[in-house]
């Protein structure tokens, strides 16, 4: 059974091309309170244009992860504005956040995240069913996609039977199934040896050019932040930009 839809003004309502992807004005992040407050994000402030590829850097605790759950409307913000495609995210219920992410954002996480029980294929087709496509449709495209990542002769296997680096193409065939705005990737290659890590990235940044995908990308990895066209570096709870 779906879920009631919600009152207009809790969903996304723009439907032509947001002039940004992303805006960022005065977000900040505590948790806890009184002499136990700490403070993970200050004062963040973020413009990210179409097709852009930006690296989130930082130690380990640096925030990375919680700044990239507030941008995809996981997470919230303390004080702040977010908007992602031009919506406010403060603006929208939980129902209305997750329309706007089948619809426009894509995620690769480092755990793969794949719905054990589901072949390569099925696992790359579901969110295109949740958004009510085709079967046909939906299959054909996930085919496809994983036809072009090497996977054309796993497609019926579970996760149990791929290697590592086959699930994150699994995991990438998935994000771009939808052919989102902007993909969240939060250390990508984590999980994976260095060799299999640099063909996983390859194919990540030859999808983003195809699809012209904004990507957003947490890693400690400084040989993958370089390929990105913006690096920013979380320290102490403020975002900087390398030069």
């Not at 403070?39 to 179409?50: A, D, N, R, Y």
């Not at 299959?139 to 002769?153: C, H, I, T, Y």
């Not at 904004?214 to 993958?224: A, K, Y």
């Amino acid at each position: 059974m779906f879920a009631k839809t919600s009152p207009a003004s809790a969903m996304p309502t723009k439907t032509g091309p947001a002039e940004n992807i992303l805006e960022v004005h005065h977000l900040s992040k505590h948790v806890g309170q009184g002499e136990n407050r700490l403070s993970i994000l200050t004062g963040v402030e973020l413009i990210v244009k179409p097709a852009q590829t930006i690296a989130l850097i930082g130690e380990s605790g640096s925030g990375k992860s919680t700044l990239l759950g507030i941008l995809a409307g996981l997470d919230d913000g303390s004080e702040g504005e977010v908007s992602l495609m031009g919506e406010s995210l403060s603006k929208l219920d939980e129902e209305g956040r997750a329309a706007l992410r089948a619809r426009d954002v894509g995620f690769v996480f480092q755990s793969f995240m794949l719905v054990p029980t589901l072949n390569a294929l099925e696992n790359v087709q579901l969110p295109a069913l949740l958004r009510g496509e085709s079967d046909s449709h939906s299959r054909g495209q996930a085919e496809q996609l994983l036809q072009q990542l090497g996977l054309g002769e796993r497609l019926h296997h579970l996760p149990a039977q791929l290697s590592g680096g086959e699930q994150q193409r699994v995991a990438l065939a998935r994000a771009f199934s939808g052919r989102p705005k902007v993909l969240f990737a939060d250390e990508p290659t984590g999980n994976l040896d260095r060799k299999t890590g640099e063909r996983i990235v390859d194919l990540l940044f030859s999808l983003n050019r195809d699809y012209a995908t904004t990507l957003i990308l947490v890693t400690h990895d400084e040989q993958l932040a370089a390929r990105c066209e913006r690096r920013l570096r979380l320290i102490d709870g403020k975002l900087r930009e390398d030069a």
